[in-house]
T-cell receptor, first 112, second 112 residues
Framework: GESVGLHLPTLSVQEGDNSIINCAYS??????FIWYKQESGKGPQFIID?????DKRQGQRVTVLLNKTVKHLSLQIAATQPGDSAVYFC???????????FGTGTSLTVIP | DAMVIQNPRYQVTQFGKPVTLSCSQT?????MYWYQQKSSQAPKLLFH???????NEADTPDNFQSRRPNTSFCFLDIRSPGLGDAAMYLC???????????FGQGTRLTVV
């Protein structure tokens, strides 16, 4: 599989603060990226995606930034809430196939 | 309503005894994936189908096989489970390249 890594394995934030989760990928042929949220004992849940022809995409309280030059993407969560506590994964889709490869994950803990 | 359904949610099998995990989808997606996720790790792609075309990852052990008898169903067969195969097994589907992958809730496999 391809290498998709995360800089920070754990992150703790105060409720109401903004969170930033980072991800590095290694394959320059990757052209589609997804951030997933995974709660304990459950399957990954789609949060937001971005294609390689964009450098920013916004959703409800979440923003994904893509820097293709340095092969880096980030997930920003505004006004983090206790319900945001979970493990967050980035996943990449390489333009030669249907495979999704996951990064190592960041465990986000929101302190009330 | 669940769109990717995995049964059972929990499976206990004996060391060396073949076991089959099931996945079904109501999305009519072309692609079905199987991932293995061990504790505190990222999901690892085992293989995927695009329609009837099977695509194995290079590092997937021969002990893992898959069948897709029709669009809706996909099975993961573990021919001789070892203790190291205990994990969460996740099924996902997508319409195709550069489209969101939807995950089931997973089957947690215990090998005794």
């Amino acid at each position: 599989g391809e290498s998709v890594g995360l800089h920070l394995p754990t992150l703790s934030v105060q409720e109401g603060d903004n969170s930033i989760i980072n991800c590095a990928y290694s394959n320059s042929a990757s052209d589609y990226f997804i951030w997933y949220k995974q709660e304990s004992g459950k399957g990954p849940q789609f949060i937001i995606d971005i294609r390689s022809n964009m450098d920013k995409r916004q959703g409800q309280r979440v923003t994904v930034l893509l820097n293709k030059t340095v092969k880096h993407l980030s997930l920003q969560i505004a006004a983090t809430q206790p319900g945001d506590s979970a493990v967050y994964f980035c996943a990449e889709n390489i333009n030669t196939g249907n495979q999704f490869y996951f990064g190592t994950g960041t465990s986000l803990t929101v302190i009330p | 309503d669940a769109m990717v359904i995995q049964n059972p949610r929990y499976q206990v099998t004996q060391f060396g005894k073949p076991v089959t995990l099931s996945c079904s989808q109501t999305l009519n997606h072309n692609v079905m994936y199987w991932y293995q996720q061990k504790s505190s790790q990222a999901p690892k792609l085992l293989f995927h189908y695009y329609d009837k075309d099977f695509n194995n990852e290079a590092d997937t052990p021969d002990n893992f096989q898959s069948r897709r008898p029709n669009t809706s169903f996909c099975f993961l067969d573990i021919r001789s489970p070892g203790l190291g195969d205990a994990a969460m097994y996740l099924c996902a589907t997508s319409h195709g390249m550069n489209t969101e992958a939807f995950f089931g809730q997973g089957t947690r496999l215990t090998v005794v």
